[in-house]
């Protein structure tokens, strides 16, 4: 065997045991969901339920109620995507390809914002929608989704990559900016929409503190919020904790799995264009 192969059957193995080392506690966590109350609390931890049941799951959805919580999170989680899509792939494609007094200087006041962080702009946000009449609204809850200057700079990296001839024929046949995007752009840009969607959707799906901030009422909290005060009740329920860990971990592994070609294919492309 040669050095070269070598090194590639070294590198391979230790790809393969960090992936190994990545799923354990992953695969712990789904076999710990399936055992009898108190059975993960033994020592040492059984690897494997002796008697494996879905009685933690029912007990989450009918005892404790979770579902409601999970649509919450549902809807949260979809209508953030939405809105987000919405307004960064419109700015995005117009710092990229649309000419306006001052155009540079928004974005590079833009990417200066970057350095701030999101928990500092929370204390201020929460008292413009409390003047608003939005706190303990999914409508408050979606606020900080409108636009972020990650999507925008994302969507603005991979237009410019764009074709301006192509752009200025569909002007030429006197097609309008708006129709220009919607019928000539947008196609283009599936790749970083797939990217934008997944990295929103888990974002506000695994978002734990402006829920808890801005929604009050227990029926519009979402699933992190909601599961963080079953822990606090249900301490010692480590196999009920693990159901709750499973439903939350599960769409959004689904949905990267669905999407993973375009995620990555989004990302790579919008961070060498321009």
């Known amino acids: 065997m040669s050095r070269r192969a070598l090194k590639t059957l070294a590198v391979n193995l230790a790809l393969a045991a960090l992936a190994t080392l990545t799923l354990i506690p992953l695969a712990w966590m789904v076999s710990a969901s399936l055992m009898a109350p108190g059975e993960a609390s033994s020592f040492p931890p059984p690897l494997l339920p002796k008697d494996a049941s879905l009685a933690n799951y029912r007990a989450l959805f009918e005892t404790a109620g979770i579902g409601r919580q999970l649509l919450n999170s549902l809807w949260v989680s979809l209508g953030a995507t939405a809105l987000s899509l919405a307004f960064n792939l419109t700015a995005g494609y ?144 480590t196999e009920l904790m693990m159901a709750g860990a499973v439903v939350t971990v599960l769409p959004v592994l689904v949905l990267f799995l669905v999407l993973q070609r375009q995620y990555l294919q989004g990302l790579l492309m919008g961070s060498v264009k321009g």
């Open 94 to 237: 117009a710092f990229a390809k649309l000419r306006f007094t001052g155009r540079d200087a928004v974005f590079r006041s833009l990417l200066g914002a970057l350095v701030i962080p999101a928990q500092v702009t929370m204390m201020p946000l929460f008292l413009m929608l409390k003047q608003m009449g939005l706190v303990n609204t999914v409508a408050g809850a979606l606020v900080p989704w409108l636009a972020s200057v990650f999507g925008i700079f994302l969507v603005r990296q991979y237009a410019l990559g764009l074709p301006n001839e192509l752009l200025e024929a569909a002007r030429m046949d006197g097609a309008g900016e708006f129709t220009i995007f919607r019928r000539v752009v947008l196609p283009l840009l599936k790749p970083v929409i797939a990217a934008l969607a997944v990295l929103t959707f888990l974002g506000a799906w695994n978002d734990f503190m402006w829920p808890l901030i801005v929604l009050t009422d227990r029926d519009l909290q979402t699933l992190p919020v909601a599961l963080a005060g079953l822990s606090r009740e249900h301490v010692q329920d």
